[in-house]
T-cell receptor
């Protein structure tokens, strides 16, 4: 298995533009998590899905952020419009609830909003 | 999830054992201790977890005190590639919940 796949790995955009981050979880996993990491706040959860259904989106900063999981093998995190304070590394992780519940993380997307 | 306390940083000489402590005095009976690490510019990586017995795998050993209020992650022969931030997380397994990473311990392995 290739592990959790995220794209793009790096994204540089200008304030006000729409940004879409993509994630392919490990096949067979039933939970998917989006985290954000900044120097100031460390690693924090944005949203997580179980069986493609959003369970907890309390970490989503504001309405500019939205996440979807149309099927078990794909998820997107969209920011519209983007702002400089959204600059961070965004990680996607997946796990299989019902086993040891280990979470596997992707390599992350480094987002820079100018 | 119970709160954990870790030292902010530690040093270890290459080839020596690295012992990373974690306090979790409010841990509940059904909560496990999980350890993850994050090497610079990479996503976090699972290391090991345990409930009350000591655990060992190919990466590390986990020693949990009898009262379960603290634990130690042991890297028996640290290498330069073990330089990373190590996170101790307490949570119930199979909950499907997200991980609360906290600040972790920054381990520097020196030549």
């Amino acid at each position: 298995d290739a592990g959790v796949i995220q794209s793009p790995r790096h994204e540089v955009t200008e304030m006000g533009q729409e940004v879409t981050l993509r994630c392919k979880p490990i096949s067979g996993h039933n939970s998917l998590f989006w985290y954000r990491q900044t120097m100031m706040r460390g690693l924090e959860l944005l949203i997580y899905f179980n069986n493609n259904v959003p369970i907890d989106d309390s970490g989503m900063p504001e309405d500019r952020f939205s996440a979807k999981m149309p099927n078990a093998s794909f998820s997107t995190l969209k920011i519209q419009p983007s702002e400089p304070r959204d600059s961070a590394v965004y990680f996607c992780a997946s796990s299989f609830v019902g086993s040891e519940d280990e979470q596997f993380f992707g390599p992350g997307t480094r987002l820079t909003v100018l | 999830d119970a709160k954990t306390t870790q030292p902010p940083s530690m040093d270890c000489a290459e080839g020596r054992a690295a012992n990373l402590p974690c306090n979790h005095s409010t841990i509940s009976g059904n909560e496990y201790v999980y350890w993850y690490r994050q090497i610079h510019s990479q996503g976090p990586q699972y290391i090991i977890h345990g409930l009350k017995n000591n655990e060992t795998n190919e990466m590390a050993s986990l020693i949990i005190t009898e009262d379960r209020k603290s634990s130690t992650l042991i890297l028996p022969h640290a290498t330069l590639r073990d330089t990373a931030v190590y996170y101790c997380i307490v949570r119930a397994p199979n909950s499907g919940y997200a991980l609360n990473f906290g600040k972790g311990t920054s381990l520097l392995v020196t030549p």
